[in-house]
């Protein structure tokens, strides 16, 4: 059984760029959500699909990003335009149907912003 | 006021003793509660969920929860230097979890 897979650990970018996250959830799970993180704080929801349908986003998710599960198995999250604001954790987890609250995530995508 | 909050700590315990850590919410109606566990540098494990008033136990972690007072408390017993970790509460939001800052819990030996 494996777990929620993301891809890369790890970017560095300069400010302008834009870069793309992946996320692949536990094989039966149909919720996949993305959080972001800083340092010293808590995971912030940005957004989360039910199979390909996005169903909610943050409002700190700003017109620069975007997220896309267009088969309802992984999903994508890309920012243009990156800011050194953008710099954190990008968290991925996923969820069953059944239990949809109960989320297990990635080990994340550490974006770094120069 | 955060809708959820954890004092940061850092909370130190010997090796063997209880280590509690807790966590308030502002949403009343607030239904699900999770405890996620993060070491330095790596992603949230989840490692308690409870739902209703009272104990769950699981292993050496214990979960208690009261809706009315509207805290949520996480008791590790048998405190071991592998649990020195930030201890995330989480809360169900619509469709989402809302999260604490994380309380830092240092066992030593």
């Known amino acids: 059984d494996t777990g929620v897979s993301q891809d890369p650990r790890h970017k560095i970018t300069k400010r302008g760029q834009n870069v793309t996250f992946r996320c692949d959830p536990i094989s039966e799970h149909n919720r996949l959500y993305w959080y972001r993180q800083t340092l010293g704080q808590g995971p912030e929801f940005l957004t989360y699909f039910q199979n390909e349908a996005q169903l909610e986003k943050s409002r700190l998710l700003s017109d620069r990003f975007s997220a896309e599960r267009p088969k309802g198995s992984f999903s994508t999250l890309e920012i243009q335009r990156t800011e050194q604001g953008d710099s954190a954790m990008y968290l991925c987890a996923s969820s069953d149907r059944d239990r949809p609250y109960e989320q297990y995530f990635g080990p994340g995508t550490r974006l770094t912003v120069t | 006021q955060k809708e959820v909050e954890q004092n940061s700590g850092p909370l130190s315990v010997p090796e063997g003793a209880i280590a509690s850590l807790n966590c308030t919410y502002s949403d009343r109606g607030s239904q699900s509660f999770f405890w996620y566990r993060q070491y330095s540098g790596k992603s949230p494990e989840l490692i308690m969920f409870?739902?209703?008033?009272g104990d769950k136990e699981d292993g050496r972690f214990t979960a208690q929860l009261n809706k009315a007072s509207q805290y949520v408390s996480l008791l590790i017993r048998d405190s071991q230097p592998s649990d020195s970790a930030t201890y995330l509460c989480?809360?169900?939001?619509?469709?989402?979890?809302?999260f604490g800052t994380g309380t830092r819990l240092q066992v030593f030996p």
């Open positions: 409870i739902y209703s008033n």
């Open positions: 989480a809360v169900r939001g619509t469709d989402k979890l809302i």
